[in-house]
């Protein structure tokens, strides 16, 4: 049975490159194959993993709105651009599902492209879903439902004001979440006490933090792929040992 991971976090909470970090860590545990669904739609979780990304579904998207090539039903059209954008590395493939271009309604493509993709999910072990704020992408472009769901922070009470808010829309859509988790990221030092309360306050279960790691901004500085920090990185060792709990 496949297993969800749904990503999120307001942005700039680092939660692609956190969900990049997950990646690697299934990968080094043998769990695969792995399918990366990027539902952001400022897509850079292909920079997290050091792929190149050619087409999105969002081009699928618009292809049903102004009609299919001739010879093809829709059906086909979408199945051939959801296989098309699919970009395959060792263990896992990425798949970006990019916005559509310009006005006017989706529901029909959508709706076709939420059947394709649960059906090509059930091809992996574990999918990994980076999201946007909100969870709105879930709801429309994928299954409903979710084992795990990750919400990223900042170590600060806005931060898990914002938290809060994504497990409540995640609530309020009916999604079938099993479990929520909270991870704590950029931390110097201790936790403040004011954001633990606010945690607390919130009902959030906290995973554990990650402190801040200067390799991380360096490497996005040089544009390397955040994969590839070394294990005795800070946050990896951090990540790593947070992963293993959430999984237990």
Not at 17 to 33: D, E, H
Not at 154 to 176: F, H, N, S, W, Y
Not at 208 to 234: F, H, K, M, N, W
Request: hydrophobic share 40%; proline share 3%.
């Amino acid at each position: 049975m496949t297993m969800t991971i749904a990503m999120a976090g307001k942005g700039g909470t680092g939660k692609t490159t956190i969900a990049g970090l997950l990646i690697r860590f299934l990968l080094k545990k043998g769990i695969k194959p792995i399918l990366a669904v990027d539902a952001d739609a400022n897509a850079n979780l292909n920079e997290v993993l050091g792929l190149e990304v050619t087409t999105t579904l969002g081009e699928a998207r618009e292809g049903l709105k102004d009609g299919v090539p001739t010879g093809m039903t829709r059906d086909l059209y979408m199945e051939y651009k959801v296989q098309e954008s699919l970009v395959e590395s060792r263990g896992y493939d990425l798949l970006v599902m990019g916005r559509p271009e310009g006005a006017g309604c989706y529901c029909h493509a959508n709706t076709l492209l939420s059947r394709y993709m649960e059906s090509l999910c059930g091809n992996y072990r574990v999918v990994v879903m980076d999201n946007e704020a909100g969870m709105e992408h879930i709801s429309r472009l994928i299954s409903r439902q979710a084992d795990i769901l990750l919400i990223v922070s900042d170590p600060t009470q806005r931060g898990i004001l914002a938290a809060r808010r994504i497990r409540d829309l995640a609530l309020e859509l009916k999604l079938d979440i099993k479990k929520e988790r909270l991870i704590i990221n950029r931390v110097n030092g201790e936790l403040p006490s004011t954001v633990r309360e606010a945690v607390d306050s919130a009902g959030l279960n906290l995973a554990g933090c990650v402190p801040e790691d200067e390799l991380i901004s360096r490497y996005d500085t040089q544009g390397r792929p955040t994969v590839e920090l070394p294990d005795d990185a800070g946050s990896v060792q951090a990540l790593n040992e947070i992963f293993e709990g959430i999984l237990d």
